[in-house]
T-cell receptor, first 113, second 115 residues
């Protein structure tokens, strides 16, 4: 059973608007969450993370929100740019798991000019 | 070279072949990882090495054999693979295995096809 779920395989957004990518998890032991971005023919690159003791983390155009009671996190990109078009992976980890990142299946974001 | 590099980028092999995937990190990290990404599935962690010692093996079949001769190099030796092993194999590294401190940096992957 998947512990990290990204239920939307794809998302299309107009340039300049907000992109919201969602992620749900089932394991309440997770204490650290990360978002990765992947372009074709490249490996995933780290984007932003959040600790479970926080509910928001912001880095430039990217903001991650965490709702622990709902076991839900989201990545907001504002404003969206065509270069943001990529596959976005949500990942989670719990302390003591020796680097074992649990990934979602990813959401493909397309930002249209 | 910078970051994490992987060779070869593409590999086609028969089920009776033996091949190896190579990963090298130029970041001074102490932990290295092998992941598998199959079509329409999440990335799956296969192996974790910390300071050249294997610390995690996620129930991976013995036809996959990792080797970490030093903290900069990681190999995945392949033998008698099955067609269902065809996937993208990604290598990653991090400063430590404590992810609350450092994120993982990924290589571009090796696209493996088993005939």
């Amino acid at each position: 059973d998947q512990q990290v779920k990204q239920n939307s395989p794809s998302l299309s957004v107009q340039e300049g608007r907000i992109s919201i990518l969602n992620c749900d998890y089932t394991n309440s032991m997770f204490d650290y969450f990360l978002w990765y971005k992947k372009y074709p023919a490249e490996g995933p690159t780290f984007l932003i993370s959040i600790s479970s003791i926080k509910d928001k983390n912001e880095d430039g155009r990217f903001t991650v929100f965490l709702n622990k009671s709902a076991k839900h996190l989201s990545l907001h990109i504002v404003p969206s740019q065509p270069g943001d078009s990529a596959v976005y992976f949500c990942a989670a980890n719990y302390g003591g798991s020796q680097g074992n990142l649990i990934f979602g299946k990813g959401t493909k974001l397309s930002v249209k000019p | 070279e910078t970051g994490v590099t992987q060779t070869p980028r593409h590999l086609v092999m028969g089920m009776t072949n033996k091949k190896s995937l190579k990963c090298e990190q130029h970041l001074g990290h102490n932990a290295m990882y092998w992941y598998k990404q199959s079509a329409k599935k999440p990335l799956e962690l296969m192996f974790v090495y910390s300071l050249e010692e294997r610390v995690e093996n996620n129930s991976v079949p013995s036809r996959f054999s990792p080797e970490c001769p030093n903290s900069s190099h990681l190999f995945l030796h392949l033998h008698t693979l099955q067609p269902e092993d065809s996937a993208l194999y990604l290598c990653a590294s991090s400063q430590t295995t404590r992810l609350a401190v450092n994120e993982q940096f990924f290589g571009p992957g090796t696209r493996l096809t088993v005939l």
